[in-house]
């Protein structure tokens, strides 16, 4: 039977610094974020390693000083007797994994050390951005938002600034790790999460369910009120994340229908199937304005902006509003609706005849 996306506590949310249990041996944890998207849920669940009973955290938030204070409030000794065993981190984004190093560093224990467990692509990914920033900064970006027809000399030129983007909110990635892959079965505490590997929105994104009381922490796979962000980025121009992503998706939809939803933004829901369902209509439609667009006249990425975001963005968001709308040109490119040519050095797309 058809479950309706609902939410199980309503707008209860917990305070910054504070937790809130959800079911047993799972809490919730929301901090800050310095972006339009301007929170993040983290979690915090019972662990027990070596006989030692303590905590493992999923995902860490950025590396500001609000959230590493946050942090402090709920596993500095005054607040709780039990270290820090280890960190899952679901993908590479600054604010799953800008702490995790930190986090290691201040509440693990020193002789053993709690590992980072993540998947082996992201686990690379994040190492390679601290290096150089990838996909929304530097000049290797600016020559790609360039070549998808950005053409506003002042965003290009701050866009050029932020090389340094990601490892300022990452200052460092724990080098050791455990790697996680898709279907192993990984112990927290008395529970045995599955993992699920996802594609399309970071290289390789790793959630975790539970067959026991239908748990999923879904990390920005799904999530209940806003569509993750799917993007090319200038280190892999001719992908199809877009393509990746609705299959990742649709494999969800094999989960209870009464699956409780932990999504890394927004509150946790049930309705997994008619959320999985709302976001491929989303999609859908999205691909649809593009080929009506691309009928009357070839299309940049840039032309397309005020097509699929009807807002005014600031760099931030046009960053990833180019991406997204690159991901969705290459989808119909790659899967033969529209065809592309080079013009004076910008990509522009034409619907097929």
Known sequence: MAIELHYPWQDALPATGDRMTLRPGIQWVRMPLPFALNHINLWMLDDRQEEQTGWCVVDAGVATETIRHAWQRLLAPKASTRPLLRIVVTHMHPD??????????????????????????????????CQETTGYGGEHAVRFFAAHGLSDRDSLEKIRQRNG?????????????????????????????????????????????????????????????????????????EADPLGLFLTSIKRLKALPADTLVLPSHGLPFVGIHARVDQLLAHHAARLEDIRQACLQAPQTAADLLPVLFNRALDLHQTTFAMGEAVAHLNHLWLTGELSRHEDNGVWRFSARR
């Open 165 to 237: 983007y990601y490892a300022s909110m990452v200052p460092s990635v724990p080098r050791i790790y455990a790697r996680l892959m898709d279907g192993m079965t990984v112990r927290i505490g008395e529970r045995e999460w599955r993992c699920l590997a996802g594609y399309g929105h970071s290289p390789e994104h790793i959630s975790l369910f539970d067959e026991s009381d239908h748990t999923l922490i879904s990390g920005d796979m799904l999530l209940p009120r806003i569509s993750t962000n799917i993007s090319v980025i200038n280190s892999e121009p």
């Open 96 to 129: 799953h994994i800008g702490n995790a190093q930190w986090l290691i560093e201040q509440f693990s224990r020193a002789k053993h050390p709690a590992r980072l467990w993540m998947s082996a692509t992201d686990h690379l990914a994040a190492q390679l951005a």
